[in-house]
């Protein structure tokens, strides 16, 4: 059963427009979420996370928001570069005892 | 401070041999994860080690198994290869900061191809 769900498995934007990912969760239990980007051949690498206590984060071009009522968050990035252009993860977890992942959202930036 | 590592990167086996597979967590970090990437399935929990205790564990059969030494390094092991095996295996090391937050960064995983 899939606790966190991505389902747009791909997603192109043009440059310098907004990138949104969207992620969505059943376990209510769930109190910390991370975002991931990929490239082909590498590990995930962090981008941004946020704790339920919150519902936005931000770091430089990217927003994260958490929207507990609705068991949703999603990735915003502005502008979008080129170089964003790989795949995204969500990932969530209740006391960092195990993070589940959804199943990424490759991202195309469109020069 | 380096990274996570693993080794080996690549590895081809037949069905039915077992492998084993190493990660060396960041400096510090005694939270150890092991995942298997799939096409289509993202990042399948396999299991955890802190402080060479499995701590959690995901739904995989017994032929997947683990341990953590006292440098915090871990190995993972399959025994009894399938076809289905063949998948990208990712190490995480974690650390929980002071605000609570958890930092989670991987290694580049092994490509194991079974045929």
């Known amino acids: 059963d899939q606790q966190v769900k991505q389902n747009s498995p791909s997603l192109s934007v043009q440059e310098g427009r907004i990138s949104i990912l969207n992620c969505d969760y059943t376990?209510?239990?769930?109190?910390?979420f991370l975002w991931y980007k990929k490239y082909p051949a590498e590990g995930p690498t962090f981008l941004i996370s946020?704790?339920?206590?919150?519902d936005k984060n931000e770091d430089g071009r990217f927003t994260v928001f958490l929207n507990k009522s609705a068991k949703h968050l999603s990735l915003h990035i502005v502008p979008s570069q080129p170089g964003d252009s790989a795949v995204y993860f969500c990932?969530?977890?209740?006391?960092?005892?195990?993070?589940?992942f959804g199943t990424g959202t490759s991202l195309t930036v469109i020069p | 401070k380096a990274g996570v590592t693993q080794t080996p990167r690549y590895l081809i086996k037949t069905r039915g041999q077992q492998v084993t597979l190493s990660c060396s967590p960041i400096?510090?970090?005694?939270?150890v994860s092991w995942y298997q990437q799939t096409p289509g399935q993202g990042l399948q929990f396999l299991f955890e080690y802190f402080s060479e205790t499995q701590r959690n564990k995901g739904n995989f059969p017994g032929r997947f198994s683990g341990r953590q030494f006292s440098n915090s390094r871990s190995e993972m092991n399959v025994s009894t290869l399938e076809l289905g095996d063949s998948a990208l295996y990712l190490c995480?090391?974690?650390?929980?900061?002071?605000?609570?937050?958890?930092?989670?960064?991987f290694g580049p995983g092994t490509r194991l191809t079974v045929t």
């Open positions: 376990n209510s239990m769930f109190d910390y």
């Open positions: 400096s510090g970090h005694r939270s």
């Open positions: 995480a090391s974690t650390v929980r900061g002071t605000d609570g937050s958890y930092e989670q960064y």
């Open positions: 990932a969530a977890s209740a006391w960092g005892n195990q993070f589940y």
């Open positions: 946020i704790s339920s206590i919150k």
